[in-house]
């Protein structure tokens, strides 16, 4: 079966410092990846996607940079942090294809920069 | 721009009671919607995935039901629980969206179940 790991769990970071989320899928390949932000009282909002190796798009203009290095590794990163980086931050997964099989989530990162 | 609400986005019930959740989108150009459950501080929990051409699926006590022509979803929820008490998100696939499948979620609705 697959399962979608993010860590860590909970983040306490200083304003302009570096950040590195990550996520890895078990159990399947070349997923399509995914990465989420839920401000406070917000829905969440798609921050970049990831259709294979080392491709990446990015939803939204902001302080942060996605990579995939490996098939079923997706990273978040960001040089430099800002007060409104904070949020809860998921990974999610789904196979590709034009028919969008079932998506799964991870159990999050709660992200607050100080 | 697919713009997807939910409706009410807060609602308390006694346990035992049956409810309903509802989920509108604008585009009815979608490949499917998806119903999840998310507890305070966790991540989301898959409940139900209906395609565009299916207009129902259950699954134990819910049941999710779909009219792609008319913009809405419902989720069923029969003999409420306090064990049911979560946020409950819709998203949508956009047809259009090529091989991306990005999901485009509701605000959600904050379901508690009082014992």
């Known amino acids: 079966s697959q399962t979608i790991h993010q860590w860590p769990a909970t983040l306490v970071q200083p304003v302009g410092s570096p950040l590195s989320l990550e996520c890895t899928v078990e159990?399947?390949?070349?997923?399509?990846l995914y990465w989420y932000r839920q401000a406070a009282g917000r829905g969440l909002q798609l921050l970049f996607y990831?259709?294979?190796?080392?491709?990446i798009s990015s939803e939204v203009p902001q302080n942060l940079s996605a990579s995939r290095p490996q098939d079923r590794q997706f990273i978040l990163s960001s040089k430099k942090l800002l007060l409104s980086d904070s949020g809860f931050y998921l990974c999610?997964?789904?196979?590709?294809?034009?028919?969008?099989?079932?998506?799964?989530f991870g159990q999050g990162t709660r992200l607050t920069v100080v | 721009k697919q713009e997807v609400t939910q409706i009410p986005a807060a609602l308390s019930v006694p346990e035992g009671e049956n409810l309903v959740l509802n989920c509108s989108f604008t585009?009815?150009?979608?490949?499917?919607l998806q119903w999840f459950r998310q507890d305070p501080g966790k991540g989301l929990t898959s409940l139900l995935l209906?395609?565009?051409?299916?207009r129902e699926q259950t699954s134990g006590r819910l049941n999710a039901s779909l009219d792609k022509s008319s913009g809405r979803s419902t989720l069923y929820i029969a003999a409420s629980q306090p064990g049911d008490s979560a946020t409950y998100l819709c998203?949508?696939?956009?047809?259009?969206?090529?091989?991306?499948?990005?999901?485009?979620f509701g605000t959600g609705t904050l379901l508690a179940v009082q014992p």
């Open positions: 159990g399947t390949s070349n997923p399509n």
């Open positions: 990831s259709v294979g190796i080392g491709q």
């Open positions: 999610a997964w789904r196979l590709g294809g034009l028919r969008a099989p079932e998506a799964f």
């Open positions: 209906i395609q565009s051409s299916q």
């Open positions: 998203a949508v696939t956009l047809a259009w969206g090529g091989a991306t499948n990005k999901l485009i």
């Open positions: 585009d009815s150009a979608i490949y499917n």
